[in-house]
T-cell receptor, first 113, second 109 residues
């Protein structure tokens, strides 16, 4: 079974630029999550989707971050404009439902200069 | 919201020794407690989990215990091997997962 796929793996941008990350969850998984992991910390949930609907986005900085999962499969997370403090690893995870174990992708390491 | 504290932040052991990592949580409604292992440059990998209706769970060299009254849970790794070296995260969930800050485990040959 293929795991969670993410791209790109690395991205370097200047502050105030825009960036987008892509995630393809495990086939058949209805729930998709985006996490932010700052160096030396645990992952922090940004947004949770159930199919193509948002379940929880309470910790998403909505003035600069947006995410979508239009067809209930792939998802895109966008940052516009980026700030220095957005430097982190962005992890995508999926699960069969919100009550099951989560499986993580390899992450995208973002550096904002 | 939920708050998860994890200790120690670093742990060094000799190969063959046991390692114990402890976590406490604040929300008594939390009912699911997974542990993840994260190697350098990779995403977290689920290694074991426990639900609130169980006090202990074991899988080969790894075991997890849960004390709901005290709101703490622990990961026990026996007969450690160099390939166990990684960062380990505990987490707690009622509606969404909240992670601890991680423990860097170093197993020396």
């Amino acid at each position: 079974e293929a795991g969670v796929a993410q791209s790109p793996r690395y991205k370097i941008i200047e502050k105030r630029q825009s960036v987008a990350f892509w995630c393809n969850p495990i086939s058949g998984h209805a729930t998709l999550y985006w996490y932010q992991q700052i160096l030396g910390q645990g992952p922090k949930l940004l947004i949770q989707f159930q199919n193509n609907g948002v379940v929880d986005d309470s910790q998403l900085p909505k003035d600069r971050f947006s995410a979508e999962r239009l067809k209930g499969v792939d998802s895109t997370l966008k940052i516009q404009p980026a700030k220095l403090e957005d430097s982190a690893v962005y992890l995508c995870a999926s699960s069969p439902s919100g009550l099951n174990e989560q499986y993580f992708g390899p992450g995208t390491r973002l550096t904002v200069t | 919201g939920e708050n998860v504290e994890q200790h120690p932040s670093t742990l060094s052991v000799q190969e063959g020794d046991s390692a114990v990592i402890k976590c406490t949580y604040s929300d008594s409604a939390s009912n699911y407690f997974p542990w993840y292992k994260q190697e350098l440059g990779k995403g977290p990998q689920l290694i074991i989990d426990i639900r609130s209706n169980v006090g202990e769970k074991k899988d080969q060299r790894i075991a997890v215990t849960l004390n709901k009254t005290a709101k703490h849970f622990s990961l026990h790794i026996t007969e450690t091997q160099p390939e166990d070296s990684a960062v380990y995260f505990c987490a707690a969930r009622y509606s969404t997962l909240t992670f601890g800050k991680g423990t860097m485990l170093l197993v020396s040959p």
